[in-house]
């Protein structure tokens, strides 16, 4: 069966200060990798998604970058924070098929400071 | 544009029976999803509607018209564990979801 696994579960991080989240799924092959941030009650907004390796659409621009370095492995970056990306992250998968479901790894609350 | 409704909050009594609506508005639509996701956590998938009609799952069910740009989600014999957001997504031409704010479920005893 398929896993995701997003570390840290939890982050503390300075104005300012570098982010690499990391997202990696498992028992499955080529599949659609997305971030999400999900602000306090609020909806998911998708921040990227990659169709394969090193393949990255942006959705929103910001001070956020995504990167593909395998195929099961989907990682989020910022080289300075800001307040505002404070927030719950959320990779998520899908298998290749356009009518497949995406399944949501654990996530990353995220508080800068 | 894109958009997706559904009221920010309801409240139920266990056992009864609740319905969660959604409307939405895409370019292209292929597909409703509805997720569920308790305080805290990831959101986790419920069901999908992509025909006209009801989907039944156990205690819930999932309904779609198509034409009306209307789905929602039915929760039969609430249980305490059913408090939680649910979220409504829609698929819009380029299979990408659209998410809806969700919806904060209330159960009280």
């Known amino acids: 069966s398929q896993t995701i696994h997003q570390w840290p579960a939890t982050l503390v991080q300075p104005v300012g200060s570098p982010l690499s989240l990391e997202c990696t799924v498992e028992?499955?092959?080529?599949?659609?990798l997305y971030w999400y941030r999900q602000a306090a009650g609020r909806g998911l907004q998708l921040l990227f998604y990659?169709?394969?390796?090193?393949?990255i659409s942006s959705e929103v621009p910001q001070n956020l970058s995504a990167s593909r370095p395998q195929d099961r492995q989907f990682i989020l970056s910022s080289k300075k924070l800001l307040l505002s990306d404070s927030g719950f992250y959320l990779c998520?998968?899908?298998?290749?098929?356009?009518?497949?479901?995406?399944?949501f790894g654990p996530g990353t609350r995220l508080l800068v400071l | 544009g894109q958009n997706i409704d559904q009221p920010t909050e309801m409240t139920a009594t266990e056992g009864a029976i609740v319905q969660i609506n959604c409307t939405y508005q895409t370019s292209g639509f292929n597909g409703l999803f509805w997720y569920q996701q308790h305080a805290g956590e990831a959101p986790t998938f419920l069901s999908y509607n992509v025909l006209d009609g009801l989907e039944e799952k156990g205690r819930f069910s999932s309904f779609l018209s198509r034409s009306k740009g209307y789905s929602y989600l039915l929760l039969k014999e609430l249980q305490m564990k059913d408090s939680a957001s649910y979220l409504c997504a829609a698929s819009d031409s380029n299979y990408q979801l659209i998410w809806g704010a969700g919806t904060k479920l209330i159960i009280k005893p």
């Open positions: 028992g499955t092959s080529n599949p659609n």
């Open positions: 990659s169709v394969g390796i090193g393949q």
């Open positions: 998520a998968w899908k298998g290749g098929g356009e009518w497949e479901t995406q399944y």
